[in-house]
C-alpha cells in the first residue's frame, strides 16, 4: 500500500467538531482496534492482529473513510435537534416508568381453561 501523501493535520483540518481516536488493545484475543469519529455519531473501526508500528499512519489511512463532510452534517443536524444540549432522563421519570410496568395478574373464568 502506497504512503498517504496528506498530514494528519491538513486531513483534521475540515473536522468542525472534535475528533476522538481511540485505540483499545484485547490482551487475550491479541487483537488491536483503532476506531476514529465524532462522539454520538458511530466511528470507523480497524482491527489489526498485530500492533501497527505507526499509529500517525494508521489513523491516516483510517481517516478518509470516516468522511468528515458527511459526518459534520450528521452531528450538526444532530446538535440541532437537540437544541445543543445532550438530553438525559430525569430521575423521576425512570421511577414513574418502571411503577407503570408492574405485571399484572390476570384470572380467567374456569370455563375458558
Do not use: W
Not at 15 to 36: G, R
Request: hydrophobic share 40%.
Amino acid at each position: 500500500m502506497s504512503e498517504p501523501t496528506s498530514t494528519l493535520a491538513d486531513l483534521i483540518k475540515e473536522c468542525k467538531h472534535p475528533l476522538k481516536v481511540s485505540f483499545i488493545f484485547a490482551p487475550l484475543e491479541q487483537i488491536f482496534t483503532l476506531a476514529v469519529g465524532y462522539e454520538g455519531v458511530f466511528p470507523t473501526i480497524a482491527r489489526y492482529d498485530k500492533m501497527p508500528e505507526d499509529l500517525n499512519l494508521a489513523v491516516l489511512r483510517l481517516l478518509p473513510e470516516f468522511d468528515v463532510k458527511v459526518k459534520n452534517s450528521q452531528v450538526t443536524k444532530q446538535n440541532l435537534k437537540d437544541n445543543g444540549k445532550r438530553k438525559v432522563k430525569s430521575i423521576e421519570l425512570e421511577k414513574t416508568i418502571k411503577s407503570n410496568n408492574k405485571t399484572k395478574k390476570v384470572k380467567f373464568a374456569k370455563s375458558l381453561i
